[in-house]
């Protein structure tokens, strides 16, 4: 393996040897910023997953350690975000009881598989598959994600007992214990959540106008969560409140994270394949998209196969260290980019500083309200919710609207894998449906030019014995009939036509079906006494068509350009003719 190849699957290599003072003093400055706000976060994330605290923190080490070997992102934090929290709770509450051993194998073993799929897709280069989701599905998805995390964490700032995956049951559950409602945790939980919804917007704001300088404000909002944690802690502490029915964390290890072996029977594995993968898919879309967009404002580049192997690395990390499946989370990449991360050493230092507080801090978080936790994930979720996206969708594609409801309605009402598969398929049919019926022209002259315009859109020059039709999409299985069909319609009940040419200006390929229909399209054609032609065919499809029969059996011509087909067609301004073809 060449050094070329080390520096690709170890980016490491490539960033470390250019590593200096001015890379490490913004790493450290990043890391310190992150660290702070990745403590009560993780805490909450594994909240969220129906796992011990503990969980987030461990989380949190060993991936993100593993990712700054193998990941191509200099700004991407790595670890437990709410949406995979939340699929991680649907999965593994289906395979084992929450609270119970098993519960905790399921989550380690859901994190190899995930990391697995990564590094399998990585391996075999299928960073393409970021591509199959669209964005209007996406943010449907992750838009109804938000409102379910919110509404699942009511409970713990009410205090009461409920479950459920989805709306209806978690409503259902929440409004029926309702009536035993502990008002010091309401009191707590109520008050931390305005407390932090006021941090995201108004304490900068407040600490730049007692004179506070900008970094330091914006430092001090970044640990906003983490004052909530301390407060809120001394408070049950103070007052003895976690005897009075205020629900706490509780004992929490102090230790490093610890070894652990996920578990690999058969059932188990088969029962969360699927999760795994679909957990796989939503965190790669997250983290690459994340990920491209923090590059691009400094020029940087992702390498989207490498990033799913250093993904994959990550989540078997996890898995192997008490963890459970990671990714790349989109509010703390960005003030870890803001904070001015240069490296990815950066989240190496951010996984010392997590070490540190899991050895040393932990048996300070004994007495923090779950309520705490909860507020912090609410007010971190409810900025994931975006309803404008169903209003931007109507306004511009009816398709794509419907796309996006139905994946927000489907996982409101079935539960976070139905939604992110309705998701996923939804993608794909919407996309099929598309190009099934590609945007397809007749063109003509326009005068004066050589160029060729819509008929319905331009004032162009045509021939009654010449119909040039522009299709534009490339043909394959679903649209090939579609085309085959419209252009024999057309050409039914017009006496005068003599030719007809298929300007391939956006066709960048042709499958076997749509290869057949051309064929079958040339033959009826011909039939009727009209010549079929193909005019400016990409060199890829020209290559393709050659080593067929149909350039052989064609009726007409293929042409270098349009202009060159309309010349020569109509008796115009000769052009060059048509183009030589190999084996005609």
């Not at 050094?3 to 490539?14: A, C, G, M, S, V």
Request: aromatic share 6%.
């Amino acid at each position: 393996m060449s050094r070329t190849d080390f520096t690709r699957y170890l980016p490491i290599l490539d960033w470390g040897r250019r590593y200096d003072r001015t890379a490490l003093t913004g790493d450290l400055i990043a890391a310190v910023i992150v660290t702070i706000m990745l403590i009560p976060q993780s805490l909450a994330y594994a909240l969220l997953a129906g796992l011990p605290p503990e969980a987030g923190l461990y989380a949190s080490i060993a991936p993100i350690l593993l990712y700054a070997v193998f990941g191509t992102s200099r700004a991407l934090a790595v670890g437990p975000v709410a949406v995979v929290s939340l699929m991680t709770a649907a999965a593994v509450g289906q395979v084992a009881e929450q609270g119970t051993a098993g519960y905790a194998v399921a989550a380690l073993t859901l994190a190899v598989l995930s990391g697995g799929i990564l590094l399998l897709l990585g391996v075999l280069r299928m960073g393409f598959i970021a591509n199959f989701l669209s964005h209007p599905v996406i943010s449907g998805f992750i838009t109804a994600s938000g409102i379910l995390i919110a509404i699942s964490q009511v409970k713990h700032i009410l205090g009461v007992e409920a479950s459920g995956h989805t709306l209806v049951e978690i409503g259902t559950s929440l409004l029926a214990g309702l009536p035993q409602t502990d008002m010091t945790t309401l009191a707590i939980g109520v008050a931390a959540t305005g407390f932090l919804f006021w941090v995201r917007k108004g304490m900068k704001p407040a600490l730049i106008r007692l004179g506070l300088g900008a970094r330091p404000a914006d430092i001090a909002t970044k640990a906003g969560p983490v004052l909530a944690v301390i407060v809120t802690t001394l408070l049950v502490w103070g007052l003895d409140l976690s005897e009075q029915g205020v629900a706490i964390v509780g004992a929490v290890p102090q230790s490093l994270p610890p070894l652990t072996m996920p578990a690999f029977s058969p059932d188990l594995v088969s029962a969360l394949l699927v999760p795994a993968l679909l957990i796989s898919v939503i965190g790669f879309v997250e983290s690459i998209s994340v990920a491209q967009t923090l590059a691009a404002k400094k020029r940087q580049r992702i390498d989207p196969n490498q990033e799913l192997i250093g993904l994959g690395a990550a989540n078997i990390g996890a898995g192997f260290t008490g963890g459970y499946p990671v990714t790349g989370g989109f509010a703390r990449s960005v003030v870890n980019f803001d904070a001015g991360a240069e490296t990815p050493a950066a989240g190496a230092f951010t996984a010392l500083g997590l070490a540190i507080a899991a050895l040393a801090l932990t048996p300070l978080i004994f007495f923090l309200p779950k309520a705490t936790l909860a507020a912090t994930i609410i007010v971190a979720v409810l900025s994931l919710v975006d309803f404008g996206v169903l209003k931007r969708a109507w306004g511009y594609s009816k398709a794509d609207f419907g796309a996006v409801a139905a994946t927000i309605v489907l996982t409101l009402g079935f539960g976070v894998e139905i939604g992110v598969s309705a998701g996923v398929i939804l993608s794909v049919l919407l996309h099929l449906w598309k190009t099934s019926r590609p945007h397809v022209a007749e063109v003509g002259l326009v005068p004066g030019t050589q160029h060729f315009r819509n008929i319905l859109r331009h004032r162009v020059e045509t021939d009654p014995a010449v119909l040039t039709i522009r299709i534009d999409e490339s043909l394959y299985f679903a649209n090939a009939r579609f085309l085959e069909d419209y252009i024999l319609n057309r050409v039914a009940e017009d006496r005068a036509l003599r030719h007809v040419v298929l300007m391939c200006s956006a066709v960048n390929a042709i499958d076997l079906s749509a290869l057949e229909s051309l064929e079958a399209l040339n033959e009826r054609l011909g039939d009727l006494d009209i010549r079929l032609h193909l005019s400016e065919v990409k060199g890829p499809v020209t290559d393709r068509l050659t080593r067929t029969h149909f350039l052989d059996a064609l009726t007409g011509e293929v042409f270098l350009s349009q202009y060159d087909a309309w010349a020569s067609l109509t008796g115009g301004s000769q052009g060059p003719g048509p183009v030589p073809v190999a084996g005609r």
